[in-house]
């Protein structure tokens, strides 16, 4: 048993500042873990999920194929994608399977998990590079991709709507981004009855792997102050992005999320 000692208590999760200190720490300690623990905490789905995400990504400027098959901006080039908090890579390389001619970006902000994911990369996807940086201040130029995806990313953000604004900033017109994230159902008792099986089932994990049932309940409480779906819809829309739409998979505990640029 890896044993994590931090206390929930000593974070204030509505701070950037601390979310993004106890981020560093909590994911330090997952990594060595998180393909496991995904899989547990999703009854087995995390993998689906994440290729529902990809394989349904809105066509956008993608909808030329080349002779092969492979999809590629209306402009004949490879596809730029960049995948936010991409762990140890499991979406990064489910973009680079997509698009093998196209340039996928892997960014975390943890250097644990970033090592994971480059050592899984290997030699099979040369078009992926994995990057060390912050979701509230991505190191791109405007409008530098055509595909921005996040699994469970923006729940995670130490400031959502910075994160968002950074997203919409880098997104080339015309251009798609897709999240996969935990739900909060918009019907109060519904959200809180999520919030509280998702704590307890998270509680669970982290006391048998970690001993300390903070490490993964800690998702009900980032859960407990994200957006509700029908909120973070609309948070969206209000930020620019066009062509907004969920999709939520059998239990509902989780939603994917697809949004255009104009």
């Known amino acids: 048993m890896q044993v994590f000692t931090e206390r929930l208590a000593d974070f204030d999760l509505r701070r950037p500042a601390s979310k993004r200190d106890y981020n560093r720490r909590v994911f330090r300690a997952v990594a060595p873990r998180y393909g496991v623990i995904t899989r547990l905490l ?149 959200g809180r009855l999520q919030v509280r099986l998702l704590s307890w089932w998270g509680g669970l994990w982290g006391l048998l792997l970690h001993g300390n049932p903070e490490v993964y309940s800690y998702i009900a409480k980032t859960l407990a102050l994200f957006p509700d779906r029908t909120s973070f819809e609309h948070l969206l829309r209000e930020l620019g992005f066009r062509r907004v739409r969920s999709r939520l998979p059998p239990g509902g505990f989780v939603s994917l999320t697809w949004a255009g640029k104009p």
């Not at 992926?128 to 923006?154: I, K, N």
């Open 42 to 190: 999703s009854f087995g789905m995390d993998a689906f999920w994440k290729r529902a995400l990809v394989a349904r990504l809105p066509r956008g400027p993608l909808a030329e194929r080349s002779g092969t098959g492979v999809a590629r901006p209306s402009n004949g080039a490879p596809p730029r994608a960049l995948d936010l908090a991409c762990g140890t890579g499991d979406i990064s390389l489910l973009l680079a399977r997509r698009f093998p001619a196209g340039r996928i970006e892997g960014l975390d902000l943890s250097p644990a998990m970033l090592a994971r994911a480059r050592r899984r990369r290997g030699a099979r996807a040369a078009g992926v590079r994995f990057r060390l940086g912050d979701l509230g201040s991505l190191p791109y130029p405007a409008e530098s991709f055509q595909l921005v995806t996040g699994g469970y990313a923006l729940r995670n953000a130490p400031d959502l709507h910075e994160c968002l604004r950074e997203v919409f900033r880098v997104l080339a017109s015309g251009g798609s981004a897709a999240f996969l994230d935990f739900n909060r159902s918009p019907v109060p008792w519904r």
